[in-house]
C-alpha cells in the first residue's frame, strides 16, 4: 500500500479526426460500418455483468434504411429492474470503498479504448443506429465522450482537494462520500456521449447505477457497455436495462434505496419523474439528487449590423446539423429586414448544394430523423404550416419510402407566436420572423417570452454596445450563450453544458458542477488538543 498523494493526467479536447478521401481513420470506419451490416446482433441487458437475453427481442433498423435489420434489443419487465438494483446494491459498499484512483483508471482506460481500437466501432454503431454521418458521430461518440471520462477523472481530483481551513489545533477535512443507495441513468437517442457519460459520472464519484437507455440508442450503448467491461469495470457498478419506461419508473421511483437521477430527456417526461419522485419523498431512505437536462427552444438573433456569411452559416449549421435532432439546435430565428433577403438567398443557395441521405455516403451532410414518430410529428408540422400560409422559404418535403427523410425546412412566419416559433419540435425545422430594424427591444421581449425553454441561444452582430446589451437582456434565455456563434458545439471542458426554466437543472455537463450532485459530503473536524475543562475563562471570579 502507498501512501502517496497522486495526481492524474492534465485533460485535453481529443483531436476530431477529419476523415478525408484516403486517409487510415476513413479506411477504418469503411470497414467497420462494413462489417457492423454483415451481422445482425443480438443486444441483451447487462445485469450484474452478465449478458440477459429474454426472448421478447425488439427490431434494430438504421433510420435511413429501415429495410436492413441491425439486431435485436432484449427487452425486460419489473423483475429485471429489481434485478439489476440489487446487483447495484450489492456492489456497493465494494466500489465506494474502491481508492479514487482505481476507479479513475478504469475510466482513463475506457477513454484511451474510444480514442483507439473501439473508435470505429463505436462511430459506426452510432452512424448507423442514429443516423450520424462521420462527422456528427465523431465529435459525439468518439471525442465528447472522450472528453467527459477525462474531463471528470480531473474534476473529480478539484472536488476532492477542496478543503476547509484548520485554526491551531484543529484538523477540519471533507469527505466526498458516494450517494447512500444507487443512481437512475435515464439517457436519450441524439447523442452516445450523453448514454456514455449519464451513468460513468456517478460511477466515477463511486455510486452504483442502473442505466436505461433510449431504445434508438441501444446499438451504441452495447459497444458503450463492452468498452467499459473491457476497462475492467467491476460487475454491478454499471447495469445496463432495457424496460419500458413507465414500468422501470415503477419499480425504481418506489425504492427505499432510490437515491438520485441523472437524466436527458423530454420536458413532459422529467416533470412526470419529478412529480413521481415527490409522491413517494417518505419512501426514500434520503432526498434523492434530481439532476436533469430537457428541451430547448432555441434562437438565433441577428442584429442588423451582423456579417450576412456567418449568419447564413450559423443558422444552417446550428439549425440543421444532425438533422435538428439536438437539444441545443436553432429552432427560432429573428432576421432583420434589412439583412433578410441577403440571408434568404443564402441560406437557400446552402442547402441547395447540400445532400441529404444514408451515412455510408459521405458526401451527405444531413441524414434521416430518428423514428416513425418523429417522421410524422414533423410532417404533420410542415403540412400545417402550409395550410396556415406560412411561407416555405426551403424544404418543405418528405419521405418514409427508404428511410424517415425530412428536407431542412425553413418556415417564414408572420406571427412571432405561431406554434413553429413556439413549440419544440425536435428535427430539421427552423421557423424565421422577420422584424423592423428599429425594433430590436420587441424582439428581445419575444425571445424572453416565446418560450417556457432557457438552453441555448446565439446573437450574431459587429455593434459592441449591442453586444454587450443583448448580452444583458437575454440573461435568463440561455444557460450556453453564443457570441458570434451558432447555438450547438458545447464542447467539455470549455462551455459546460446545460439550462434552466422549463430546460432542467443547469447542473452543467461537462463539469465539476455536475460531479458535485453526485456525492454527499461528511465534515470531519478532529480536535488535536482537547479541553479538559468545562469552564469558559469568562466564568473567573473578578
Known sequence: ????????????????KEYRAGSPERQA????????????????????????????????????EHKHTLGYLHEGDASHVTQAIDAALAARTAWAETSWEHRASIFLKAADLIAGPYRAKLNAATMLGQSKNVYQAEIDSACELIDFLRFNVHYMTE???????????????????????????????????????????????????????????AYAAQVIMEILQESGLPDGVINLIYVDGPEAGDVIFKHPDFAGIHFTGSTGVFQTIWK???????????YPRIVGETGGKDYILVHPTANVTEAVVAMVRGAFEYQGQ??????????????WPAIQEGVKTELARQKMGSVEDFTCLFNAVIDERSFKKLAAYIDQAKADGAT???????????????????????????????????????????????????????????????????????????????TKKLTNTAGNFYINDKPTGAV???????????????????????????????????????????????????
Open 1 to 16: 500500500m502507498t501512501n502517496s498523494i497522486t495526481g492524474v493526467p492534465m485533460p485535453q479536447n481529443e483531436p476530431v
Open 29 to 64: 470506419l469503411r470497414q467497420a460500418l462494413q462489417e457492423a451490416k454483415r451481422v445482425e446482433k443480438e443486444l441483451p441487458m447487462v445485469i450484474n455483468g452478465k449478458p440477459i437475453e429474454t426472448g421478447k427481442r425488439i427490431r434494430v433498423v438504421p433510420p435511413h
Open 159 to 217: 472536488i476532492y482537494s477542496e478543503q476547509p481551513y484548520s485554526p491551531p489545533g484543529v484538523w477540519n477535512r471533507l469527505e466526498y462520500r458516494a450517494l447512500e443507495g444507487f443512481v437512475f441513468a435515464l439517457t436519450p437517442f441524439n447523442f452516445t456521449a450523453i448514454a456514455g457519460n449519464l451513468p460513468t459520472s456517478a460511477a466515477l464519484m463511486g455510486n452504483v447505477v442502473v442505466w436505461k437507455p433510449a431504445y434508438t440508442q
Open 276 to 286: 413521481e419522485i415527490g409522491n413517494n419523498i417518505g419512501t426514500y431512505k434520503t
Open 326 to 339: 439536438k437539444c441545443s439546435a436553432a429552432s427560432r430565428a429573428y432576421i432583420p429586414a434589412s439583412l
Open 392 to 470: 416555405i422559404v426551403a424544404g418543405g418535403n418528405y419521405s418514409s419510402e427508404e428511410g424517415y427523410f425530412v428536407e431542412p425546412t425553413i418556415i417564414q412566419v408572420n406571427d412571432p407566436k405561431y406554434r413553429t416559433m413556439c413549440d419544440e419540435l425536435f428535427g430539421p425545422v427552423l421557423s424565421v420572423y422577420v422584424y423592423d430594424d428599429e425594433a430590436i427591444d420587441d424582439v428581445i421581449e419575444l425571445i424572453d417570452t416565446t418560450s417556457p425553454y432557457a438552453l441555448t441561444g446565439a446573437i450574431l452582430a459587429k455593434d459592441r454596445y449591442a453586444i454587450e446589451t443583448l
Open 492 to 542: 467539455v471542458g470549455q462551455q459546460p453544458f446545460g439550462g434552466a426554466r422549463a430546460s432542467g437543472t443547469n447542473d452543467k455537463a461537462g463539469s465539476a458542477l455536475n460531479l458535485l450532485r453526485w456525492v454527499s459530503v461528511r465534515t470531519i473536524k478532529e480536535t488535536l488538543t482537547p479541553p479538559r475543562s468545562v469552564d469558559y475563562p469568562f466564568m473567573t471570579a473578578d
